[in-house]
């Protein structure tokens, strides 16, 4: 079955500084959706990418889906304590329908 | 509008207990899915409801779990016989049409704990 892959696991950044957490899926996507979990929450919804190569911006979030649309980025500029949760992609299968969701990358922030 | 609701929040249950977690979807959508969210671990699928009918239930674990929504709102999930190895955090997430691309949105989850 898909697998969806995240990687780092955790990233602890220094606030201010920039970092990305990449998902790789086994399978190619039809789409792919990003949330976010802060600490006791639920996973929120972020953004859905669909298009090959799509880049979408949510302030200093950047979004990025790959060419072959089997991964995707996730960049953060300018890291703030509010940034500090759980973020997961999920994954649609061009030939199946269910969300597949990777482990998530959890973000630390240091002040 | 309110967002998606589970009762209990939280739930403690000896080993071989039954236990009914119950999720309110918000109002008028069509698809309720739900998943099972292993600490450390980002949900895993569990079953998806359109409406009334349950189209897939290929993620539950075994069949001492069992889910259902008879009206098409309120959906219960159900562990029989309950193991340690069922204590994670069961996440309800409703959509308004019948895509699976459409956004979800997750209600506060159950957080199960089998002793």
């Known amino acids: 079955g898909q697998q969806v892959m995240q990687i780092p696991q955790y990233q602890h950044v220094q606030e201010g500084e920039d970092f990305t957490t990449y998902c790789n899926s086994s399978t190619t996507l039809s789409n792919i959706q990003w949330y976010k979990q802060r600490p006791g929450g639920h996973p929120v919804f972020l953004i859905q990418l669909v298009k090959s190569g799509e880049v979408k911006k949510q302030k200093r979030l950047t979004f990025q889906f790959g060419e072959a649309k089997k991964n995707s980025s996730l960049h953060i500029t300018a890291t703030q304590t509010t940034d500090v949760g759980t973020y997961f992609c999920a994954g649609v299968s061009s030939n199946d329908y269910k969300l597949s969701f990777g482990a998530g990358t959890t973000v630390t922030v240091r002040a | 509008g309110a967002g998606v609701s589970q009762s209990p929040r939280y739930k403690v249950a000896k080993r071989g207990q039954d236990v009914a977690l119950r999720c309110d979807p918000i109002s008028g959508h069509v698809s309720l899915f739900w998943y099972q969210q292993a600490l450390g671990q980002g949900p895993e699928f569990l079953t998806y409801f359109q409406n009334e009918a349950q189209l897939d239930k290929s993620g539950l674990p075994s069949d001492r779990f069992f889910a259902e929504r008879p009206e098409g709102s309120v959906s219960t999930l159900k562990i029989q016989r309950t193991q340690q190895e069922d204590s994670a955090v069961y996440l309800c997430?409703?959509?308004?049409?019948?895509?699976?691309?459409?956004?979800?949105?997750f209600g506060p989850g159950t957080r199960l704990t089998v002793l």
């Open positions: 997430a409703s959509s308004l049409g019948l895509a699976v691309s459409d956004t979800q949105y």
